[in-house]
């Protein structure tokens, strides 16, 4: 079964870091891109920073300058830098990827379980 696993979430003080990693198993084909999500009670979903197959990446506006995504195989990270308190968030990985499910080339798209940093002030 292919999965998405994530570590690295935590409370850290303002202006410390964490680096939250994201690995993916099974028998996976290829990865177009991946990327890290954040969600808070209330809000949807966002977009925190992106790395497409060719190393391209995509940063909001609110994490430039202080994160840095990156990948190694098929595990991908978020380092975080100079955290804030708004950073409080529940982060999510995901993959737009083509694996081998129940025996069939399948591309789809899929997320991790989510993993809680805190940052306190």
């Known amino acids: 079964q292919v999965q998405l696993v994530e570590s690295g979430g935590g409370l850290v003080q303002a202006g410390e870091s964490l680096r939250l990693s994201c690995a993916a198993s099974g028998y996976i084909f290829s990865i177009n891109s991946m990327g890290w999500y954040r969600q808070t009670p209330g809000k949807q979903r966002e977009l925190v920073a992106a790395?497409?197959?060719?190393?391209v990446t995509n940063y909001a506006g609110s994490s430039k300058g202080r994160f840095t995504i990156s990948r190694a195989e098929n595990t991908f990270y978020l380092q975080m830098n100079s955290l804030k308190p708004e950073d409080t968030a529940v982060y999510y990985c995901?993959?737009?990827?083509?694996?081998?499910?129940?025996?069939?080339?399948?591309?789809?798209?899929?997320w991790g379980q989510g993993t809680l940093v805190t940052v306190s002030s």
């Open positions: 995901n993959a737009v990827m083509t694996f081998r499910e129940s025996g069939i080339m399948t591309h789809r798209e899929l």
């Open positions: 790395i497409a197959s060719g190393g």
